[in-house]
């Protein structure tokens, strides 16, 4: 199955009895292992879990530390990005050219990168201090 599909299945698994809308992410690893996730809701909203949030970890879970791919699936008039919590998020486990892959349910496909999405990320390095 392709990492879209992987993503479609994960998206029909969602939580969504609040908002209606149910998403799907899928994770191809460095080492290859592929790992899903789906948005599960809250009744105390907005306290959910986000699809990617899920996929990732799935994969920290199992012991991967790097995103070679990522695919976020959902059913919007158009592909639907990662929310802004996500990109970063994604930005701990991945480069600014590691793919994002947008597709909605009717088979439009948006292909971009992490950097396209999340330009001037927060990062690891920001995080270093002066010796002094």
Known sequence: MSLIGVARTARENAHAPYSGFKVG??????????YSGCNVE??????GTC?????????VCDGSR???EIVVVADGPSPVPPCGGCRQKIAEFA????????????????RTTLGALLPGSFGSDHMERAET
């Open 25 to 34: 992410a899928a994770i191809r690893s460095s080492d290859g292992g592929i």
């Open 42 to 47: 809250n009744v105390a909203y907005p306290e």
């Open 95 to 110: 480069g600014p050219e590691t793919p994002v892959i947008l597709a909605s349910l009717d088979g439009a496909i948006t």
């Open 66 to 68: 790097k995103i070679a």
């Open 51 to 59: 699809a990617e949030a899920g996929a990732i970890a799935a994969m």
